[in-house]
């Protein structure tokens, strides 16, 4: 389990879903599902969706659940792997253990984990010299999770 920073940018409703899960990994095992709001409008279109349970008001806000079909649909539109990139699990020849990073390339998530890193006094260089990036287990499209 884990999360990514990405944008759905051609469809806000289900960037919607995508943020209610907490953007992550794999649609289907997520440490969140909700989505608070006090927008009567977002509400509205929540209600009519078939990705969305309206359930509950607390404290002036209106809590969504994201349904299984919601969780499909985001299975879905991840599965494109050109668009979205790939799981790559970063290993170091120096620690144990690992870092799960989302990315289209090898080295783009060499540089992403260098990134999230800190690390001052490695040079990206350096850093890859001790690192190796290998595609990790892939997100589950809807038609696997049907199966």
């Known amino acids: 389990m884990g999360q990514?920073?990405?944008?759905i940018k051609d469809n806000?409703?289900?960037d919607d879903v995508d943020h209610a899960l907490g953007r992550p990994y794999e649609p289907f095992n997520t440490y969140r599902n909700y989505y608070a709001t006090d927008c009567?409008?977002?509400i509205s279109d929540f209600q009519k969706s078939p990705w969305w349970n309206v359930t509950r008001?607390?404290?002036g806000l209106t809590y969504c659940f994201v349904s299984d079909e919601g969780?499909?649909?985001?299975?879905?539109?991840l599965s494109d792997r050109d668009k979205y990139g790939r799981l790559y699990e970063i290993t170091s020849k120096r620690y144990e253990g690992s870092k799960l990073v989302?990315?289209?390339t090898?080295?783009?998530a060499n540089y992403r984990a260098w990134i999230d890193a800190d690390l001052d006094d490695w040079s990206f260089m350096e850093y890859c010299a001790e690192i190796s990036a290998r595609l990790a287990n892939k997100t589950?499209?809807?038609a696997q999770e049907a199966e």
Request: no cysteine; hydrophobic share 30%; glycine share 0%.
């Open 4 to 7: 990514v920073n990405r944008y």
């Open 12 to 14: 806000p409703a289900l």
């Open 40 to 42: 009567p409008d977002k």
């Open 57 to 59: 008001k607390k404290s």
């Open 71 to 77: 969780r499909k649909a985001l299975a879905e539109e």
């Open 102 to 104: 989302f990315a289209k």
């Open 106 to 108: 090898p080295s783009q």
């Open 140 to 142: 589950r499209t809807a």
